[in-house]
């Protein structure tokens, strides 16, 4: 049968300390890896509004119901309103453009409608 042996206070001393220099080691490995993930993310996230303003530039090209409407310069066509002031569409717009860091003339809005509480 083994027996146990005590370690002695040095001993335990160093088995903590590489213990420790272990797990910070590993932490520092993982932000690295965390750091070339997002670099090679926000390369491809930079790459990708590139293809959006084509999507968009195609969008006032079709008929406003109104002819007697004209878009603002910059705007991507008309909205659908329902249950919402236009102040209320407008803060909800504004939000939305913040969030996504996204000027908001390169965003399409189609409807905003309130959703009621049951």
Request: net charge neutral.
């Amino acid at each position: 049968m083994a027996t146990l042996e005590h370690m002695s206070l040095a001993d335990s001393l160093l088995v903590s300390l590489l213990g420790i220099c272990v797990v910070f080691f590993v932490l520092i490995l993982i932000s690295f890896f965390i750091r070339i993930i997002s670099k090679i993310l926000s390369v491809g996230a930079k790459k990708a509004p590139a293809a959006a303003p084509v999507a968009a530039s195609a969008a006032p090209a079709a008929p406003a119901a109104d002819p007697n409407k004209v878009p603002a310069p910059g705007s991507l066509g008309e909205i659908k309103l329902f249950d919402v002031d236009d102040q209320t569409a407008a803060m909800v717009m504004a939000i939305v453009a913040d969030e996504l860091k996204a000027p908001l003339n390169e965003l399409r809005f189609i409807s905003i409608k309130e959703r009621k509480k049951d």
